[in-house]
C-alpha cells in the first residue's frame, strides 16, 4: 500500500473539506443550501494556520525573519496558536500577546508548543492605553509595537491587523479551495470579521470569478461590544466591530469595500447556534463559527434565497472553548443573554 508522507505541518495547511449541514438545515427548515468549510481540519484546529504560515513564509523570503530570531504578535488566540506550532516546526522561539478573557486552552496550547504568553493585564500601561483609546485595539496595538516589542532583540512582529499577507494568503488558497470544491456553484459567502484577513481575501478572489456572488461578513451585536454602560460584556471571541466605527479603528487588513452586507450577531446567538450544530451535524465548532452559523439561519430564511448555496466559513474548533460556557449544558441561553466576561484561570 502506498503512503504519502510529509515533512512538515505547514504542508498540511490548507485544503479543507466542504460539509453540507444536513441536520441543521432540516433543523431550522432552512430552504437554502448551507454549507461550512471546516477550517478545524488544519493542523491547529483554525483558519489561523493558514494566515501564520503565511506571514511566517513571506518574512523568511524579505530576509526580515532570520534563524534565532523570535516571532511575536498579539492575538485573541488562534494566530497565536499558528504562530507558536511554525515557530516551533521551524526552530524559531515565539513570544505572544494575549487578552485576558481568552479561553485557558489557547494559553496551554502556545505554552505546549513552547511559546512564551503574556496576558494584556501584565504590560505596563497597555490596558490604560486601550481605555484611554475606548478600546481601539489597533490603535492600541500600534503603541504596544511601538513601545514594548520594538525593544525586544532579534524578534519579527508578524502583525496581523497590517500584514498583506493575512488577506493574500485566502486569496491565494482559501478562495480558489472554495470555487473548486463547488465547482463555481455558489451564491453567497458568509465569514466574521476579526483582522478582516479571511473574508477581504475570499471576497477578493470568488468574486473576480463571479461578481454576482454575495460576500456577508458578520460582527458582534450591540449587546456584546464593551461600551461605557456595559464595560464587560461576553464577547464573541475573535470577532470585532467594523461598522459605525471611525475608519482608522479597522484593521488595515480588512477591506471595507468587498462585502454586500454586515449583519450584527449577539453572543448568545452564536453559543446558541454552535450547540444546535453539535448535536444536529456532530461538528463542534468555536465562537465565531457559531456567529457565523447564526447568520447563515437569517440568510437562508429569506424568501429570496430559495435554493441556493451559501458557504459559511467555520474558522475554527470548539474544542479550544471547553473551559468556557460555550457548551456548558448548566448555563442556558437566556443566563447567557445577561453573562458577563471572565477571566480564564491559569
Do not use: C
Request: net charge negative.
Amino acid at each position: 500500500m502506498s503512503r504519502e508522507i510529509y515533512h512538515s505541518i505547514a504542508e498540511l495547511v490548507g485544503r479543507t473539506p466542504l460539509l453540507a449541514l444536513r441536520g441543521f438545515i432540516h433543523q431550522h427548515q432552512l430552504a437554502a443550501e448551507v454549507i461550512a468549510k471546516l477550517e478545524y481540519f488544519n493542523p491547529n484546529h483554525s483558519i489561523k494556520d493558514r494566515t501564520a504560515l503565511a506571514m511566517v513564509e513571506q518574512a523568511e523570503r524579505s530576509g526580515r525573519l532570520k534563524p534565532g530570531y523570535t516571532l511575536v504578535e498579539t492575538t485573541s488566540g488562534n494566530t497565536g496558536i499558528g504562530l507558536a506550532a511554525i515557530a516551533a516546526a521551524k526552530g524559531y522561539k515565539f513570544r505572544v500577546y494575549i487578552n485576558d478573557y481568552v479561553s485557558l486552552e489557547r494559553t496551554k496550547v502556545v505554552q505546549a508548543f513552547g511559546g512564551e504568553v503574556i496576558k494584556f493585564s501584565e504590560v505596563e500601561n497597555f490596558l490604560e492605553i486601550l481605555e484611554a483609546s475606548d478600546g481601539d485595539f489597533v490603535a492600541a496595538t500600534k503603541w504596544l509595537e511601538n513601545n514594548v516589542i520594538a525593544k525586544l532583540p532579534d524578534h519579527y512582529f508578524t502583525a496581523q491587523l497590517e500584514n498583506p499577507a493575512n488577506p493574500n494568503i485566502h486569496s491565494v488558497t482559501t478562495g480558489p479551495e472554495i470555487w473548486q470544491q463547488t465547482d463555481g456553484q455558489l451564491d453567497i459567502v458568509i465569514a466574521a470579521v476579526g483582522t478582516g484577513g479571511t473574508i477581504s481575501g475570499i471576497g477578493q478572489f470568488l468574486r473576480q470569478q463571479n461578481p454576482a456572488i454575495q460576500i456577508i461578513a458578520v460582527e458582534p451585536g450591540v449587546n456584546s461590544r464593551p461600551s461605557a454602560e456595559n464595560p464587560d460584556p461576553l464577547e464573541i471571541t475573535g470577532v470585532h466591530q467594523f461598522t459605525d466605527i471611525a475608519p482608522e479603528r479597522i484593521p488595515p487588513a480588512m477591506n471595507t469595500n468587498i462585502y454586500h452586507e454586515a449583519l450584527a450577531v449577539e453572543t448568545w446567538q452564536a453559543y446558541q447556534a454552535a450547540r444546535e450544530v453539535a448535536q444536529s451535524d456532530g461538528i463542534l465548532i468555536g465562537e465565531s463559527s457559531g456567529a457565523v452559523l447564526h447568520a447563515a439561519k437569517i440568510v437562508a430564511s429569506r424568501p429570496e434565497n430559495e435554493g441556493k448555496k451559501i458557504v459559511v466559513i467555520l474558522a475554527d474548533s470548539g474544542l479550544t472553548y471547553l473551559s468556557t460556557d460555550l457548551f456548558n449544558g448548566d448555563v442556558s441561553i437566556e443566563q447567557l443573554k445577561t453573562a458577563r466576561a471572565q477571566l480564564a484561570d491559569g
